[in-house]
């Protein structure tokens, strides 16, 4: 039997490019609004100046970029033996990724709607769509790895439970490197 512990921590592993995309996108944005602008029905923003197609590509490409890193780690230090090969591990990379700022810009969105400013602390809105969505883009375009290494209840469990502490560690991190205007 496979350890669920075991499991867990292998589905972080392959969960990193969901994670380093958000801190990427902050690296990589400030350029080409994502909604050009455009307020919504309700006369704001639909998701505001924090959303940009640069931070968006940018993030996508530096995840994916990782993910292969993280595929020649694992050629070194076999450690997770289901990791996938190159090509699969760049492909998952990405999805997770643009499945990860996707998600973020949804939170931003609802934030929007609720009177929330671009910036504002948005608590759990900051921190879990991105981590539902990057998932459900990987089950959608990438079933097979995904269902075997992601879709384990211990492996979902520590990824939502983790992410909440871990995303506000990055960002008083990215703070205090003055990366960040506010910790969250
Ligand atoms: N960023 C970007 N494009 C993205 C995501 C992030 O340019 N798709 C950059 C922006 O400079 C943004 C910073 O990363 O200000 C931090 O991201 P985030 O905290 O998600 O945005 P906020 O500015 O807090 O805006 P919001 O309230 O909409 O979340
Ligand atoms: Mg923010």
């Known amino acids: 039997m496979v350890n669920p512990l075991f499991q867990a921590l292998e589905a972080l592993y392959v969960f990193i490019p969901a994670f380093a995309a958000n ?3 902050v690296l ?7 909604d050009f602008g455009r307020n919504f029905v309700d006369g704001k923003r ?8 640069s931070g968006f590509i940018g993030g996508t490409v530096l995840a994916s970029i990782l993910g292969l890193i993280l595929y020649a780690l694992m050629l070194v230090f076999p450690i997770f033996v289901n990791y996938p090969g190159p090509i699969l ?7 997770l990724a643009a499945g990860s700022l996707t998600g973020d810009a949804f939170g931003s969105f609802i934030k929007r709607r609720i009177g929330i400013q671009r910036g504002g602390k948005g ?6 769509p991105f981590v539902i969505f990057a998932l459900i883009f990987a089950t959608l375009f990438y079933y097979q790895f995904f269902a075997s290494v992601l879709l384990n209840l211990p492996a979902l469990i520590i990824l939502i439970v983790i992410t909440p502490p871990l995303h506000k560690a ?4 990215g703070y205090k490197l003055n990366r960040k205007d506010v910790p969250w």
């Open 89 to 95: 591990a760049l492909y998952g990379s990405a999805l």
């Open 46 to 53: 639909i998701l505001g100046d924090g959303k940009t197609w």
């Open 123 to 128: 608590y759990l809105l900051d921190q879990l």
């Open 23 to 25: 801190s990427a996108a």
């Open 170 to 173: 990055v960002n008083v991190l």
């Open 28 to 34: 990589t944005g400030g350029h080409g609004k994502m």
